[in-house]
């Protein structure tokens, strides 16, 4: 069973960035995509960004403030956050789709002044 381990979050004004981290706990190389979902409070969780050996995606809102990157050779997937917005504030959970679903625990990102 795959582990995934979140790492980065925390509080960040307006304006400001953030890098997340997930490392995953077995040797994945550059197998399955591996991404970012969010989950606000009273909100379903959405993809916010997917990368694989032939994809990357971003959800429409945060197209050209957040890039996803992949480190095949340490098993970690970053997400780089830049411009946070108020609305950008959830939890953050890592995942890993291959042979099936994997999930970390997630990590809080709050943007507020």
């Known amino acids: 069973q795959v582990q995934l381990a979140e790492s980065g979050g925390g509080l960040a004004q307006p304006g400001g960035s953030l890098r997340l981290s997930c490392v995953a706990s077995?040797?994945?190389?550059?197998?399955?995509?591996m991404g970012w979902y969010r989950q606000a409070p009273g909100k379903q969780r959405e993809l916010v960004a997917l990368i694989s050996a032939s994809i990357i995606y971003y959800t429409d809102s945060v197209k050209g403030r957040f890039t996803i990157s992949r480190d095949n050779a340490k098993n970690t997937v970053y997400l780089q956050m830049n411009s946070l917005k108020p609305e950008d504030t959830a939890i953050y959970y890592c995942t890993l789709k291959y042979g099936g679903d994997y999930w970390g625990r997630g990590t809080q990102v709050t943007v507020s002044s």
């Open positions: 077995e040797s994945i190389g550059s197998r399955g995509a």
